[in-house]
């Protein structure tokens, strides 16, 4: 899982992460191209945080 700042709540993905990185290490599928940017990613979803998208993907199955 990702990892937590002091206060718990989670760090900040940088939004020039692949998306075919974070679909292997998180076990989702966005339904997008690899070589897609998080930030670009996020856009298509009204900025929604990675948390968000991840949890959308894991209800969706």
């Given at each position: 899982?990702?990892?937590r700042?002091?206060?718990g709540?989670?760090?900040q993905k940088r939004g020039d992460a692949l998306?075919?990185?974070?679909?292997?290490?998180y076990g989702?599928?966005?339904?997008?191209?690899?070589?897609m940017k998080l930030d670009t990613l996020?856009?298509?979803?009204?900025?929604?945080?990675l948390t968000q998208l991840l949890?959308?993907?894991h209800d969706k199955n």
């Open positions: 899982m990702r990892s700042n002091e206060n709540r989670y760090r998306v075919g990185n974070l679909e292997k290490k989702s599928d966005f339904g997008v191209r690899s070589d996020r856009k298509q979803h009204g900025g929604q945080s949890k959308e993907q």
